[in-house]
């Protein structure tokens, strides 16, 4: 149920030793810190009455944004449901949970930016040091739960600690960790790739689907307003690069949830050799196909998210070595100075406010120069 924003009261004081499930496998894991290369996610869900789809103010247009609002609903309406006891059913990669009635002690672990967008009250929350949403959890009072990023875990003795009545989780670890929260509070999971999809999902869940729908339709009014001001650039190409410590990446044009946003939803125009992307099977490149990039304006990262600082210093290392490099220095956008440095820790994450940021970064980088 929707409430008020407020200052969470005081958490447990004493929090506990970590405890981290350092066996359990993350083979499975899709978090920011994991690259993802599969095809683009199709994009938002959530029901509501066709009401709210005539009354909506999103212009959102077969063709330019990835799903119709309708998909989205319907998308979302297959991930939770009523059974015939009337009770709230969320469906999820690791199963079905039943709805607890107006949870009141909610944990959230990665799905911080959908609970935020949607003004939920958490009483604890993954949050660490540089990431996007830390003010915002700060300054809500919100507790803080640990997790491993390399190992994909979560401090469970953390979590027990607040005594939630719902956990909500993105679904990035390994079913053994599900199985393990399950046993202290009823625990729903969404797919974060799917942000708005998921969006409506949660509000669904949460019995708060208009307010779901308004968010949305506010994220996409957003979304257009950045698309208007990025029409400057019309007749010039974009490419995202990222920059590892062994490898550079280009991000196809429609197959990948990290890039796509940038064609279908923004508007910009793909280098061909973006387009070429959308076939290949992996989006390492080698620095001999650089001449080959004749992109206008290039969105840069280097660095791996929520990874350890010394793998964001061997990948900056690797950028100030390719910026030395001739190949590199065939570019048009790099001979131009039109190469645009971004922040790993949004870039790489997936989530409403993580994308209405990179619309805000878009517009100031490549439009208020």
Known sequence: MRKPKQLVAAIL????????????????????????????????????????????????????????????????????????????VVKHKYGETVMPKDPQ??????????????????????????????DQLNDLGIGTIAVDEDANTINLEQVLSYEPDLIVIRDAFDQSIYDELSKIAPTIAFHLQDAQVSLLALGKAMNMEEAAEARLDEYYQKADEARAKLSALSGETVAMLRILKKEIRLYPYSKNDMSSFLYHDLGLTPDPMVEAYDTADNLAISMETLPDLKADRIILIAGYGTSSDENVAAAKARYDEIKADPLWQSVPAVQNGKIYEMDSRVWLTHGILANEMKFDELVRDLVSE
């Open 105 to 134: 002690r909610i944990v959230s672990i990665k799905l911080e930016d959908l609970m935020l967008a949607l003004n939920i009250d958490m009483v604890a929350a993954r949050n660490f040091e540089g990431m996007y949403l830390e």
């Open 13 to 88: 004081a004493a929090t506990m030793m970590a405890a981290s499930l350092a066996g359990c496998s993350a083979k499975t894991a899709t978090t920011t810190t994991t690259e993802a290369t599969s095809s683009a996610s199709k994009t938002d869900s959530t029901s509501s009455a066709s009401k709210t789809e005539a009354t909506s103010s999103a212009t959102v247009k077969e063709g330019q944004y990835t799903m119709t609002r309708e998909e989205i609903r319907e998308e979302a309406n297959k991930l939770v449901s009523t059974n015939d006891a009337g009770e709230i």
